[in-house]
């Protein structure tokens, strides 16, 4: 400020700031013909202040500076935020690149990139979700690209190990995505007359890929968990030529046969707060609520489960009103059904479809697909398997338990190093690393990894044995002798059997023991009067399991309707030396629901004829465990799984979404021991 006397501002210079900003982005002393903004801040008057203003239009004249703004002070304090602020990042291992890509319809889907720094040649791994790419891109605020990916669906350590280019992308109408978000976009045909879908859009997403990311080898791969694992499906409808790898992951498959909706026709009534906040908002920022810490309570008084949903205005989400009005497994269900979808496409690309055996939330899909793929000698030529002791997404962290059941070795990480691993460079590095087998699984109990060519045929279609309902609760090998006399319980709607220990909590809640329920403890319902224990005797042999048992359960009910739940167990000796709280513990290998409606076709129900003996015929879900010595097997049958499946009122309602509280009424379940059985996959 030299020239600019104190004494003719009034003002210490030493109070007064000037600062000259240049309005391009050069830096150095701006040129006599650039535009520069001019901000003068004293702490005295605007009197003061005016003069100045006036005094540097004098002083920038002289100095043949132009001046084109001269802004008065509002506040005393200058706007100490950018615009815009741009992260130092060159001290990071990795270069992210945020993108904007074009659909054929014009939408465009967020894209994050993420380049190992120095990257040359590397194969992509894509994952489509609908769970903010934005949160799976930053798990931790970090310059390491490992601790930037630490978390769902990533794997950092496969994706280090292999140098990929990691690639994460918001599903339309989710997060930064353009357009609208459909729950489990159909494909186009019938139930999406659009010209968009999973699968285009992934082609279409390869497509700019493999043309604006240079540090590539246009290779792609897609994998995910979940809904994750159900994009990855689609890819392989009509997919595109640079996509060389496929691994869904426990993915969504068919909502209503057994994967997140729906099991065999009774509704997963815990799954209302996903589609709440996934399908309410496309940021999940309406979150679920509840009034009640319980939620065995907040389900029980809001009667049924289109009640409680109504109650919290979800009528306004689409997907909602599908659950109503399609109830059965109709013509809406089953053209979403990807296992039906891909067996008649046909298999094009190499894919590894990971099931895990514990899967609380989509244990049916992966082998669904698995059987309706390998039917095709075409299809089976790419076709992998891996089956894990895990829980829903388990194979991708350290997994040396099952909740309280100890594995004896980290299982996650052998799959991703010794399997996941050689089969992802195979296809994306050209490496000559040896495929995995056709099916890697591991067997609890003896807890044992194991490979084969083929999984054994699917609702023990051959080679399978009968396990016998006995007299006085018994269960063996041989036929129930002459005593063997019938076993009643009353389902009473009004006091439904819990599927895990109240207080309930949901999925998502701090304390929820949702990620492992299906490997929780059974003693807190074998005393309970409305379920049905049958218990072989202890083992002097092992019984190794491989495959999926058939129930044949013979029952008749007072009411007109009703639901079936039948547990295989593991019961383990009263004292377990090396880790004693696993005494007595009740382990449950494999259990389902059926809706007795549904006894003779899921497409029709039908309503069951009171005090007539009726056989309720299912599979359960696939089982790869050796019951061992001093153990013993126990099948339990129950009429309610409560609130994971909505109750069944036991009298028949044409829907029972709608039931009203008037028609839940207690029934008499009456189990025929003689003329019931499972088949289960005995390997000697």
């Avoid at 004293?42 to 202040?49: G, Y």
């Avoid at 007795?596 to 029709?604: A, L």
Wanted: hydrophobic share 40%; charged share 20%.
């Amino acid at each position: 400020m030299r020239g600019l006397p104190s004494a003719r501002l009034g003002v210490p210079l030493e109070q007064v700031t000037v600062i000259l900003q240049p309005s391009t982005k050069q830096r150095g002393r701006p040129s006599a013909n650039e535009r520069l903004s001019v901000f003068a801040f004293t702490h005295h008057s605007r009197t003061q202040f005016m003069k100045i203003r006036a005094i540097l239009k004098i002083l920038l004249a002289t100095q043949a500076l132009p001046l084109t703004a001269l802004a008065a002070p509002t506040t005393g304090l200058f706007p100490d935020m950018p615009e815009t602020f741009k992260v130092d990042s060159s001290s990071f291992n990795y270069v992210r690149r945020d993108v904007m890509i074009p659909m054929r319809d014009g939408v465009k889907l967020h894209t994050i990139i993420i380049i190992p720094k120095g990257a040359h040649d590397a194969g992509m791994l894509m994952t489509r979700t609908p769970y903010s790419a934005d949160k799976m891109a930053a798990r931790t605020s970090s310059g390491d690209e490992a601790s930037s990916l630490q978390g769902y669906d990533n794997m950092p350590d496969v994706i280090l190990d292999g140098g990929y280019i990691r690639v994460l992308q918001d599903v339309r109408g989710k997060y930064e995505s353009e357009g609208r978000y459909v729950m489990n976009r159909p494909m186009r045909g019938p139930l999406n007359a659009t010209s968009v879908d999973h699968s285009t859009d992934t082609w279409d997403t390869i497509e700019w890929l493999i043309h604006n990311v240079p540090e590539s080898n246009g290779k792609v791969g897609v994998i995910g968990v979940s809904y994750d694992g159900y994009t990855a499906l689609t890819a392989l409808v009509h997919p595109h030529p640079a996509l060389k790898v496929s691994v869904p992951m426990n993915p969504m498959v068919d909502g209503w046969m057994g994967d997140d909706w729906f099991h065999n026709g009774a509704f997963r009534e815990e799954m209302l707060p996903y589609v709440y906040e996934q399908d309410g908002t496309p940021k999940n920022t309406v979150k679920w609520w509840s009034s009640q810490y319980d939620g065995y309570d907040l389900y029980l008084n809001g009667v049924s489960a289109g009640a409680v949903g109504k109650s919290r205005g979800m009528e306004q989400i689409g997907f909602f009103r599908a659950l109503l009005a399609h109830p059965a497994y109709d013509s809406f269900w089953q053209a979403q059904a990807m296992d039906k979808i891909l067996a008649s496409e046909g298999l094009k690309v190499p894919t590894m479809l990971v099931h895990s055996l514990w899967d609380q939330e989509d244990i049916y899909g992966a082998l669904a697909t698995y059987y309706a793929l390998h039917r095709s000698p075409a299809s089976s030529a790419n076709l992998y398997l891996v089956m894990g002791p895990w829980n829903h997404g388990g194979e991708i962290r350290a997994a040396s338990t099952l909740g309280p059941v100890a594995l004896r070795s980290d299982t996650g990480y052998y799959f991703r190093k010794n399997v996941l691993e050689p089969f992802l460079a195979h296809y994306l590095k050209d490496a000559a690393t040896p495929l995995p087998a056709r099916v890697t699984r591991f067997r609890t109990g003896d807890n044992v990894w194991e490979t084969t060519d083929a999984l054994p045929p699917a609702a023990c279609a051959s080679g399978c044995e009968a396990l016998h309902f006995q007299a006085n609760h018994g269960l063996g090998f041989s036929t129930p002798g002459a005593d063997a006399s019938p076993v009643n319980y009353v389902a009473d709607p009004a006091h439904p059997v819990p599927y895990i220990p109240r207080p309930i909590r949901p999925k998502g809640v701090e304390g929820s023991p949702w990620p492992y329920w299906l490997a929780t403890d059974q003693r807190n319902v074998t005393a309970r009067t409305d379920v049905a224990t049958f218990t072989s005797p202890v083992l002097t042999q092992p019984v190794t399991l491989r495959g999926e048992p058939l129930v044949h359960l013979t029952a008749s009910t007072t009411g007109t309707d009703g639901d079936f739940v039948v547990k295989l167990i593991d019961v383990y000796p009263d004292e377990v030396a090396d880790q004693r709280e696993m005494g007595g513990y009740q382990f449950m290998v494999s259990a389902d629901i059926l809706r007795g409606r549904y006894r003779n076709g899921f497409d029709k129900p039908a309503a069951v004829p009171a005090n007539t003996p009726q056989l309720y015929k299912f599979p359960l879900p696939m089982t790869n465990h050796t019951f061992l010595p001093g153990h013993r097997i126990m099948v339990q049958i129950q009429s309610s799984w409560f609130p994971l499946y909505d109750r069944n009122p036991q009298s028949y309602v044409d829907n029972i979404f709608l039931a009203p509280a008037d028609s839940y009424k207690p029934a008499t379940v009456s189990i025929d021991v003689k003329g019931s059985w499972i088949e289960v996959p005995v390997q000697k």
